[in-house]
C-alpha cells in the first residue's frame, strides 16, 4: 500500500512538472490542457517510473555492487551532460541568475540544478531540459532527437539489466517466471513510450506550435 501511495506521488509531481515545463515555454500563449492529455500524462509516467525502479530493485538483488555502479554511471552523465554542451557552445557564463550571488555561488547553484536534473533523468525523462547557455538555464526547443535518443538507449538498458538479472538469479525467484516477468517490464516501458507518442501527437496543448510532429521526426 505504500509503495502504491509513493507512486502515485511520484507520478503525480512529475505531472505537475509536465504541466509546469509546458506553461513556461509557451507562456506567451492562453494554454489549456484537456483531460486526455493529463490521462496520457498520468499513463505515459506510470508506466516509465514503475518499470524503472522495478528493474533496478531487481538488478540490485542479484548484483548488489554493480548496481552502484550502473545509477553512478548514469548520474555522472546527466550531471556532466549540460555541461559539456555549455563548454561546447562557448557561451559566457551565466551571471543573471541572482545579482546578489557571487561566481562561486553561481556555480553551486549550476550544480544543484544539473544535480536535481541528473536525479531526476535516471528515472525518467525531464520535463524541463537544463541548457546552462540560455538565459532561463533551460531549453525552449522542442528536441525529438534528444528524447528519441534517450528512450531507445533507455529501453536497451532496461532489457541489459534484465537480463543479467535473469541470468543470476537465486533461488529466492524459485516460484517466479522470469522469462514472464521481463517481458511484462519490458512491455510496461513500452506503454509507457507509447502514451508519451499519443501525448505529444495528439493531446499536447501547444503540439500546434510544433515546427514537426513526433511522428514526423521519428
Not at 513556461?24 to 505515459?44: E, G, S, T
Not at 536525479?119 to 532527437?145: H, R
Not at 541470468?167 to 517490464?185: E, K, N, S
Not at 513500452?190 to 507518442?197: H, T, Y
Request: aromatic share 20%; with cysteine; net charge positive.
Amino acid at each position: 500500500i505504500f509503495m502504491v501511495l509513493s507512486l502515485l506521488s511520484i507520478v503525480y509531481g512529475a505531472l505537475r512538472c509536465n504541466i509546469l515545463a509546458i506553461k513556461i515555454k509557451y507562456d506567451d500563449y492562453n494554454i489549456r490542457v484537456k483531460p486526455a492529455a493529463y490521462l496520457c500524462i498520468f499513463m505515459w509516467r506510470s508506466f516509465e517510473i514503475a518499470t524503472r525502479v522495478t528493474v533496478l530493485v531487481l538488478f540490485g538483488s542479484v548484483l548488489q555492487i554493480w548496481v552502484f555502479l550502473v545509477v553512478l554511471l548514469n548520474f555522472l552523465s546527466f550531471f556532466l551532460y549540460p555541461w559539456i554542451l555549455f563548454w561546447f557552445s562557448r557561451s559566457p557564463f551565466p551571471e543573471n541568475i541572482e545579482k546578489e550571488l557571487s561566481r562561486v555561488g553561481t556555480t553551486i547553484v549550476l550544480c544543484l540544478l544539473t544535480f536535481l536534473y541528473a536525479g531526476i533523468n535516471m528515472f525518467c525523462w525531464s520535463a524541463v531540459q537544463v541548457e546552462l547557455s540560455d538565459p532561463d538555464l533551460i531549453s525552449k526547443s522542442q528536441n525529438w532527437y534528444r528524447m528519441t535518443v534517450y528512450y531507445i538507449v533507455r529501453l536497451m538498458e532496461n532489457a541489459f539489466l534484465l537480463l543479467m538479472w535473469y541470468i543470476y538469479r537465486t533461488d529466492f525467484y524459485l516460484y517466479v517466471c522470469a522469462p514472464m516477468l521481463c517481458l511484462q517490464l519490458l512491455i510496461g516501458y513500452c506503454m509507457g513510450i507509447f502514451f508519451m507518442l499519443v501525448f505529444y501527437q495528439f493531446c499536447h496543448p501547444c503540439k500546434k506550435l510544433f515546427s514537426s510532429s513526433i511522428t514526423e521526426a521519428l
